[in-house]
T-cell receptor, first 116, second 115 residues
Framework: NAGVTQTPKFQVLKTGQSMTLQCAQD?????MYWYRQDPGMGLRLIYY???????DKGEVPNGYNVSRLNKREFSLRLESAAPSQTSVYFC???????????????FGPGTRLTVL | AQKITQTQPGMFVQEKEAVTLDCTYD???????LFWYKQPSSGEMIFLIY??????QNATEGRYSLNFQKARKSANLVISASQLGDSAMYFC????????????FGSGTQLTVLP
C-alpha cells in the first residue's frame, strides 16, 4: 500500500499562474482533506470531502478549488496563485466512520509551493 | 467552532526523562476525538495517540500517554523516557462529530531532547 500520495513534491509558480495539486489514497477511505501549513504554524483546513461526490469549505478556502474525482482522488487547484499561497500543502484521508482511533487521518508527504 | 490551544512554543527535556506537552481545547460538540501527531524535521505527519470524548480511561501507546481531563478540557501528551529521536514538532488536534470528522490543529510545540 502506498497510503496517501501527492504530486508534485515541489513547485515554484509566478504570481497569477495556475496549477493543480494531485492527491490519491489506496486505503478505501471515505473522507479526504487538504491542509496548508505556514512556517511555525499548525495545519489549517482548506477544503474537505466527506465522501465521493461531496466537497465543503474549511477554514481557509479563498483562492482554492477542489475536485473529488472519485473515491481515491482529491485535487486542489489554485486558479491564480498569489505570494500569500506560498506554503506546504498536505493531503490527508480518513475512514471517518463512528468514533475511534481508526479515524486517524493519514497524511501525504506534502507539496512545498513557492509563489514568486 | 472548535479551538485547540498549545501554549508551549518550545520545550527542552533531558534524554531519558519524561516530558508533558500541554493541550487545551474548546468545543460545544459532546462527541469529539483528540489526536496527537508528531512532525519531525523531515516534514511528515505521524499519528501518535487518540482519545475519544467518551473514553473512560486515558489512552496509552508505548511511551506515549494522554492525560485526558474532560472537565478542564485538557489533553496533555506525556512522553516517558525521552529519546533523541523524539525531537520534533508535536501537534494536538481535535475532530468533531461531523460527517468528515475534520481536524482542528493547535499551533504546535517544538520539543528538543538534549543528550
Amino acid at each position: 500500500n502506498a497510503g496517501v500520495t501527492q504530486t508534485p513534491k515541489f513547485q515554484v509558480l509566478k504570481t497569477g499562474q495556475s496549477m493543480t495539486l494531485q492527491c490519491a489514497q489506496d486505503m478505501n477511505h471515505n473522507s479526504m482533506y487538504w491542509y496548508r501549513q505556514d512556517p511555525g504554524m499548525g495545519l489549517r483546513l482548506i477544503y474537505y470531502s466527506a465522501s465521493e461526490g461531496t466537497t465543503d469549505k474549511g477554514e481557509v478556502p479563498n483562492g482554492y478549488n477542489v475536485s473529488r474525482l472519485n473515491k481515491r482522488e482529491f485535487s486542489l487547484r489554485l486558479e491564480s496563485a498569489a505570494p500569500s499561497q506560498t506554503s506546504v500543502y498536505f493531503c490527508a484521508s480518513s475512514l471517518a466512520r463512528g468514533f475511534g482511533t481508526y479515524n486517524e487521518q493519514f497524511f501525504g508527504p506534502g507539496t512545498r509551493l513557492t509563489v514568486l | 467552532a472548535q479551538k485547540i490551544t498549545q501554549t508551549q512554543p518550545g520545550m527542552f527535556v533531558q534524554e531519558k526523562e519524561a516530558v508533558t506537552l500541554d493541550c487545551t481545547y474548546d468545543t460545544s460538540d459532546p462527541s469529539y476525538g483528540l489526536f496527537w501527531y508528531k512532525q519531525p524535521s523531515s516534514g511528515e505527519m505521524i499519528f501518535l495517540i487518540y482519545q475519544g470524548s467518551y473514553d473512560q480511561q486515558n489512552a496509552t501507546e508505548g511511551r506515549y500517554s494522554l492525560n485526558f481531563q474532560k472537565a478542564r478540557k485538557s489533553a496533555n501528551l506525556v512522553i516517558s523516557a525521552s529519546q533523541l529521536g523524539d525531537s520534533a514538532m508535536y501537534f494536538c488536534a481535535m475532530s468533531n462529530s461531523g460527517s468528515a470528522r475534520q481536524l482542528t490543529f493547535g499551533s504546535g510545540t517544538q520539543l528538543t531532547v538534549l543528550p
